[in-house]
């Protein structure tokens, strides 16, 4: 109730707000108590219109005022009024006072000439609370006291009458037939808004210049004649449609923000719980580490007790040496004072003899004790030296993922068909495990592709090694390499690296040569033999006997390769190459076989063999060939 009576209490009169205005800061003040504190701030003999603003009362908001209107240009509060009007009269009807407001203190307390105007009702007497029963309707036109409930209302009349005086006001006949008769309704809902300047006119239509309701009169000779107009059913639509609008939205809005609100609430939830979690586990890693160097520091600490008690026995057994020898030492020396001081020359040499052979004797025992004494206190053998330890606790965090590793190349080594990768990384320490990827290098624009394709690669988990080679490649590729290093935290991976295989050299296949051909240096040389005719016979061997042949190893599929050769006196040759499908038991070329290739073709001079010319003097001929295909030669 009393935040009701305060929100409906003008802040300078302390009563009901009259006539109110909305101010710009969205609080409300009677129009005559705006219009008191512009005249308060009048000098003498000057017109309220001179006051261009003032401050709300309430928070000292400035409020402009229009120099052509004044208070007329500020909005009225229309709702404000019209539960001051109901509140006012559900009162009236109820029988019951309407107490003052407690009175304040302060420059704002309401004056005297005030005093007598209503102030607010009860809660229960001006309106419902939810669950409760709402009040009932009285006739309005009994003339009985009180008034009986009832029971219709006439939304033509905009009466509402109890069952009696509704039978003797509204026959069932004309003109009263053609009136609606509704469930009984409060005059404040029946009756539409009055204008606020024109007391005895309803509002029909809205000044969209002043945004405000307004009346017919207003229009026609009030000072909106001239300002733009709306139906009110057309001004309804609108701002039906943009509020339903607006409040779909907020309703939208707040189910996300309800949505949202409880994923953070979960989330907070397990915040907590990870956050604990997280807590439980750093007690028992770091009690874990404190029994670690606790177990360390014991083993340590009984090897230096072990070393302390090695070192005082070896001492205390050097102690009772030292000792004895100097007693032994010490009878003897008083000994040999004694017969120093002996003057009878017999007698010196009858005991100095004996006497000086055990002086001696001492002296070399003494000698060698000596140097068997080690005056050394220090475990230098103990160095105790934690410095690497003492980096590693002081650093001691969350485990991140290790920095990517880098491909050393000028480590790297390869064969034809191996490729050694060597690679470094800043964080050996915390890497669990490497990962090399590798592909077929096609050119710079499959990097991406191959970098966004896991399909494409070659695969290689789990190297514990900062290197690793790679086996069964093609000869003469060129592969792409990208190491990983992982650990429980992530992985971070190299740039990417180009390494190429060697090409396979050209070898030839002894097992495939004429048997009047013979194949040497590695099989690198073939020269013909007319004595080696022995051979085992082979599918793929050449049988032809007009011309000879012989297959090589690996396929030719690209580059250009050459070929030279010594002749000596033959009437004919032909060299040449062809592709391997060429046949094996005819004439190469006879048919002009695909791929076949003569060289030369000159007449000789005599027949006679190559091992007749001196090595410095046969004749050579050449024979290339540019490849293109992947098909090998022959």
Not at 58 to 74: A, D, H, K
Not at 156 to 178: D, I, M, Q
Not at 271 to 283: H, I, W, Y
Not at 495 to 517: M, V
């Amino acid at each position: 109730m009393e935040t009701l009576e305060s929100e409906l209490t003008c802040p300078i009169c302390l009563e009901l707000f009259e006539d109110p205005l909305l101010l710009p800061c969205a609080h409300s003040l009677c129009f005559g108590c705006a219009h008191r504190i512009l005249i308060s701030h009048c000098a003498t003999n000057e017109p309220v219109q001179s006051i261009g603003a003032f401050q709300c009362p309430t928070c000292r908001y400035v409020i402009s005022l229009s120099p052509e209107r004044g208070l007329e240009g500020l909005k009225r509060n229309v709702t404000l009024q019209n539960i001051i009007d109901r509140v006012q009269r559900a009162s009236s009807s109820a029988g019951l006072p309407l107490p003052l407001p407690a009175p304040l203190s302060g420059p704002n307390s309401p004056s005297e000439e005030g005093s007598n105007r209503l102030a607010l009702v009860p809660v229960s007497a001006a309106m419902s609370s939810p669950g409760t029963p709402p009040e009932p309707i009285q006739c309005q036109f009994c003339e009985q006291d009180p008034p009986q409930d009832a029971v219709k209302t006439c939304v033509t009349c905009e009466v509402s009458y109890c069952e009696e005086c509704l039978r003797a006001t509204h026959p069932n006949k004309k003109p009263f037939t053609g009136h609606r008769l509704i469930e009984p309704m409060p005059d404040s809902h029946l009756r539409g808004l009055q204008c606020l300047e024109h007391d005895e006119e309803k509002v029909n239509m809205y000044c969209v210049t002043d945004d405000q309701l307004i009346c017919s009169l207003c229009k026609l000779v009030g000072r909106h004649r001239d300002h733009q107009v709306a139906a009110l059913s057309d001004r309804y639509e609108k701002l039906k449609q943009a509020l339903d609008s607006n409040l779909t939205n907020l309703i939208k809005r707040n189910n996300e923000l309800e949505s949202l609100m409880g994923k953070l609430i979960q989330t907070c939830q397990h915040v907590e719980v990870n956050a604990s979690r997280q807590e439980g586990k750093l007690v028992e890693e770091c009690d874990l580490l404190i029994e670690i160097i606790q177990q360390r520091r014991q083993i340590i600490g009984s090897k230096i007790k072990e070393g302390k008690t090695q070192r005082l026995r070896k001492l205390a057994q050097q102690i009772t040496n030292c000792k004895q020898c100097i007693e032994r030492s010490s009878a003897l020396i008083t000994q040999a004072d004694q017969t120093l001081k002996e003057t009878d020359h017999a007698r010196f040499l009858q005991t100095a003899k004996s006497i000086n052979e055990r002086v001696s004797m001492a002296t070399a025992s003494t000698q060698v004790l000596i140097p068997e004494i080690h005056l050394t206190d220090t475990f230098d053998t103990f160095a105790l030296d934690f410095a690497r330890e003492k980096k590693l606790l002081e650093n001691l965090d969350y485990l991140t993922a290790p920095s990517a590793p880098n491909i050393r190349e000028e480590l790297c080594t390869a064969s034809y068909d191996t490729i050694a990768v060597h690679w470094t990384s800043d964080d050996e320490f915390t890497v669990v495990s490497y990962e090399l990827q590798y592909a077929i290098f096609t050119g710079q624009s499959n990097i991406a592709s191959l970098c966004n394709s896991l399909e494409s690669w070659m695969i290689v988990p789990n190297i514990k090694q900062n290197h690793y080679t790679v086996h069964g490649l093609q000869s003469g590729t060129k592969y792409i390499f990208v190491v990983k290093a992982i650990n429980q935290a992530g992985s971070r991976s190299s740039e990417p690296g180009t390494l190429k295989t060697n090409s396979q050299p050209f070898k030839l296949d002894p097992k495939s040569a004429h048997k009047k051909l013979k194949v040497s240096h590695d099989n690198l040389t073939v020269e013909r033999d007319e004595t080696t005719s022995k051979k085992g016979h082979s599918q793929e061997r050449f049988t032809s006997q007009s011309s000879y042949g012989v297959v090589g190893n690996v396929y030719i599929d690209s580059g250009r390769h050459y070929w030279e050769a010594l002749i000596g006196g033959s009437t004919w040759y032909a060299v040449g190459i062809a592709y391997k499908s060429a046949p094996k038991h005819e004439w190469i070329g006879k048919n002009s076989a695909p791929g076949f290739s003569a060289a030369a073709t000159t007449p000789g001079s005599s027949a006679t063999t190559a091992k007749s010319w001196p090595s410095s003097r046969l004749p050579t001929c050449g024979a290339s060939a540019s490849c293109w295909t992947t098909t090998p030669a022959t």
